[in-house]
Structure formats: C-alpha cells, structure tokens
C-alpha cells in the first residue's frame, strides 16, 4: 500500500544535542509537510517542499530546517533541542494537481520527540 | 485568515447513541474542507475531502455533509472504537495550506 512512513516513531535526545527525523513516502506526492503538534492542540505548520521549493513558516524558530533530497524522503533537523520542543512531529504529503484529490494531505504515523 | 471552529471540544456518547461533531469555518473562497480521524500518539487519518456545498460523502458509520458556512460529521450507531480526536481542516483562495480546528475528541462508552 502506498504510504507515509516516519522513523523514528520514538526519539530521545539531551537538551541541546541535534536530532535528525526523517519521513519518506510511496505517494509520488509533489508536496510534503513538516508539522509541530503537542497534547490536545491543532497541528502547527513548520514548512513544506512543493517538489524542490522550500517554504517556510514565518513563526517556525531557525532551530529548526528542513532539507528535501529527492522526491521521496524529508528531513527534519533540529539542531539545538529545547524543552519546549517535544511534541508530535508529523510528516504529511500531498499531490498538488487538477482533480478530486487535489490539497489532501496523508500522514504518517508521527516521531514522539522528548528532550531531556 | 482563515478559521475553523470545531464543536463541542468534547463528546461523550453511548454506544449506538448517533451523534454530530461540527466544523464552522469563514475563509474568501473556500477549495476544501477535510475531516481527519486522529488515535492518541498517532498521526492523523484521512477521512473525507468536500469541495462544495450540498456535497455528502459516508464511509461506514460516518456521514460528512457541506454547507456554504459548515460542515457536520455524522456518526451513526457508533462502537467504543469510534472514540479518538476528529480533526477539520480547510483550504481556500490561492493556497494549498490548511488551517486546522483544535478538534472534537470523541469518547464512545461500551
């Protein structure tokens, strides 16, 4: 099945130590999408790629980048973790075209991050 | 800006007790609206997408109906493994970026 797969699901890492996410998918989706979501609140948008084009969230901190190798994988990299960032991380792609699926996004399943 | 305005926050049913969640929104010229059913520690699962008023699609026990101000995910006879948070979205104008609601967490009692 055709899907969007997240590793780690579980990451720990120590306050200020870097920390790598990453998120591939087999949708041949043009966009994919970074999200924050902590305990009961909406996802919040970090960036997303629309094929190699990267935008980013006015709010999102600059401890947090993106990188987009090819069409299937996205990294997410936080390169100082603070208390503040553990959360949900969720990646989520989407086929940007005329037609009836246009702007639906697909989940994966999510990286726990907690920081100590 | 857009806004999306989920109720009630919170629902306790009986099973088999139907129900509807609602999903308000005011956007200029609205693309899609999304409902997405979330686990705990899970990302969220693609339900339905509605594109314009009067549209209905049903998987299930599930119902999702548009109008131009909007949108209501019905929920008949529902089962305990019903129970997790429902998530609505919306796209509008020229952009491809939902805005989400905060979601209904929905609670179904054996």
């Known amino acids: 099945d055709a899907m969007v797969i997240q590793n780690p699901r579980y990451q720990v890492t120590q306050f200020g130590k870097p920390v790598t996410l990453s998120c591939s998918q087999t949708?041949?989706?043009?966009?994919m999408y970074w999200y924050q979501q902590k305990s009961s609140q909406a996802p919040k948008l970090l960036f997303h790629?629309?094929?190699?084009?990267?935008?980013n969230e006015a709010d999102t901190p600059d401890n947090f980048q993106s990188r987009r190798p090819n069409t299937s994988f996205c990294f997410l990299d936080i390169r100082s973790p603070g208390l503040g960032d553990a959360a949900m991380y969720l990646c989520?792609?989407?086929?940007?075209?005329?037609?009836?699926?246009?702007?639906?996004?697909?989940f994966g399943p999510g990286t726990r991050l907690t920081v100590l | 800006e857009d806004q999306v305005t989920q109720s009630p926050e919170a629902l306790r049913l009986q099973e088999g007790e139907s129900s509807s969640l609602n999903c308000s929104y005011t956007?200029?010229?609205?693309?899609?609206l999304f409902w997405y059913r979330q686990d705990p520690g899970k990302g969220p699962e693609f339900l339905f997408t509605l594109y314009s008023a009067g549209e209905e699609k049903e998987k299930e026990r599930l119902k999702a109906t548009l109008t131009k101000k909007e949108s209501f995910l019905h929920i008949t006879a529902p089962k305990p493994e019903d129970s997790a948070t429902y998530l609505c979205a919306v796209t509008s104008g020229g952009s491809y970026i939902p805005t989400f609601g905060r979601g209904t967490s929905l609670i179904v009692h054996p």
């Open positions: 790629y629309y094929d190699k084009d990267f935008n």
């Open positions: 956007v200029s010229g609205l693309r899609g």
């Open positions: 989520a792609t989407s086929q940007l075209e005329q037609g009836e699926d246009t702007d639906t996004q697909y």
């Open positions: 949708l041949n989706h043009n966009v």
